[in-house]
């Protein structure tokens, strides 16, 4: 083995997970976890995280050790991620970050800036200023303070709008300075095998398809119950298909029509990604096509 570590990115439902399985049983590797939702503890099913058989398969490290109720972040990955190489590397494992979140693998490979902790009363005291506002109102007097990090926001994405705000306010200066001095990435310096997996948009878009009808029969409604009241600003209220299937239960929308819309967010999802990974990963390695015997057999000979 002449790699320090391996990097597998991919669109949801593009086969990374079985990829990284099968390539963890050849040369003795821990998978971490490189996805933003598949950290969620209560939602196993809907973000597709590994099974019994899987786990049973290799070592596996940040997979749902979070709750859906806390804040994680890219920074808080960053720093689970460096303790989990590190486990790895003591084992003698070699360390196969695995997921679709390009944010993470940037963290990883480029670094993070090295944002303040926000204290949790100026975390409070915002959201409860947009609830009070309303998010049209909260985002116009946040663009009036930091026009230049609104500039680059969505006024209707709760997340982000509310990161920022509380930043500003905790630390008296805007997001966007502390992103530009980005800090250590936890494998500098080392040797990496990085990948991208790029099924055909059909193939992909049947596996998608696919994968949401198997997720329904393996209890999917039934979890998307169990994470009702989930608080709207948090970052596990964004695990796709959640919202449609809330609307099931709701009595808003049937489960037929709820599927479809799942389906067709899941899709617009994974063209997102590969957006991403076509801009900020365009020297890693790209893997095309549908068997996974022949995908493998390319990443194997990459390395």
Do not use: C
């Given at each position: 083995?002449?790699?320090?570590?391996?990097?597998?990115?991919?669109?949801?439902?593009?086969?990374?997970?079985?990829?990284?399985?099968?390539?963890?049983?050849?040369?003795?590797?821990?998978?971490?976890?490189?996805?933003?939702?598949?950290?969620?503890?209560?939602?196993?099913?809907?973000?597709?995280?590994?099974?019994?058989?899987?786990?049973?398969?290799?070592?596996?490290?940040?997979?749902?050790?979070?709750?859906?109720?806390?804040?994680?972040?890219?920074?808080?990955?960053?720093?689970?991620?460096?303790?989990?190489?590190?486990?790895?590397?003591?084992?003698?494992?070699?360390?196969?970050?695995?997921?679709?979140?390009?944010?993470?693998?940037?963290?990883?490979?480029?670094?993070?800036?090295?944002?303040?902790?926000?204290p949790e009363w100026v975390r409070n005291e915002v959201r409860e200023r947009r609830a009070?506002?309303?998010?049209?109102?909260?985002?116009?007097?946040?663009?009036?303070?930091?026009?230049e990090t609104a500039a680059t926001l969505h006024p209707g994405d709760?997340?982000?709008?509310?990161?920022?705000?509380?930043?500003?306010?905790?630390?008296?200066?805007?997001?966007?300075?502390?992103?530009?001095?980005?800090?250590?990435?936890?494998?500098?310096?080392?040797?990496?095998?990085?990948?991208?997996?790029?099924?055909?948009?059909?193939?992909?878009?049947?596996?998608?398809?696919?994968?949401?009808?198997?997720?329904?029969?393996?209890?999917?409604?039934?979890?998307?119950?169990?994470?009702?009241?989930?608080?709207?600003?948090?970052?596990?209220?964004?695990?796709?298909?959640?919202?449609?299937?809330?609307?099931?239960?709701?009595?808003?929308?049937?489960?037929?029509?709820?599927?479809?819309?799942?389906?067709?967010?899941?899709?617009?999802?994974?063209?997102?990604?590969?957006?991403?990974?076509?801009?900020?990963?365009?020297?890693?390695?790209?893997?095309?096509?549908?068997?996974?015997?022949?995908?493998?057999?390319?990443?194997?000979?990459?390395?």
């Amino acid at each position: 083995m002449t790699v320090d570590a391996v990097l597998i990115a991919g669109p949801t439902a593009s086969g990374k997970s079985g990829l990284a399985l099968a390539l963890a049983g050849k040369i003795d590797g821990t998978l971490i976890n490189t996805d933003s939702m598949q950290v969620y503890r209560e939602a196993r099913i809907l973000t597709a995280r590994p099974g019994d058989a899987e786990l049973s398969r290799a070592p596996h490290d940040l997979f749902g050790h979070v709750s859906v109720h806390e804040v994680y972040s890219a920074a808080r990955f960053q720093s689970d991620a460096r303790a989990a190489l590190a486990e790895a590397r003591s084992q003698s494992h070699v360390p196969i970050f695995v997921g679709g979140t390009g944010l993470y693998f940037s963290a990883l490979t480029e670094g993070l800036a090295q944002i303040p902790a926000v204290p949790e009363w100026v975390r409070n005291e915002v959201r409860e200023r947009r609830a009070r506002l309303g998010a049209g109102a909260f985002f116009a007097e946040f663009e009036a303070r930091d026009p230049e990090t609104a500039a680059t926001l969505h006024p209707g994405d709760a997340q982000r709008v509310l990161r920022a705000a509380e930043v500003l306010k905790a630390s008296g200066r805007p997001i966007l300075e502390w992103q530009r001095k980005a800090g250590d990435a936890p494998l500098a310096g080392m040797k990496l095998a990085r990948f991208v997996l790029s099924p055909a948009r059909s193939e992909l878009h049947w596996r998608i398809n696919a994968r949401f009808e198997a997720m329904i029969a393996a209890g999917a409604l039934e979890e998307a119950a169990g994470l009702r009241g989930l608080d709207p600003a948090l970052p596990a209220a964004k695990i796709l298909g959640l919202r449609e299937l809330w609307s099931v239960l709701d009595g808003v929308m049937d489960l037929a029509t709820a599927k479809t819309a799942a389906k067709t967010a899941t899709r617009r999802y994974a063209k997102r990604q590969l957006t991403w990974f076509r801009h900020r990963m365009a020297d890693w390695t790209w893997i095309e096509g549908e068997d996974a015997d022949e995908i493998f057999a390319q990443v194997f000979s990459h390395m």
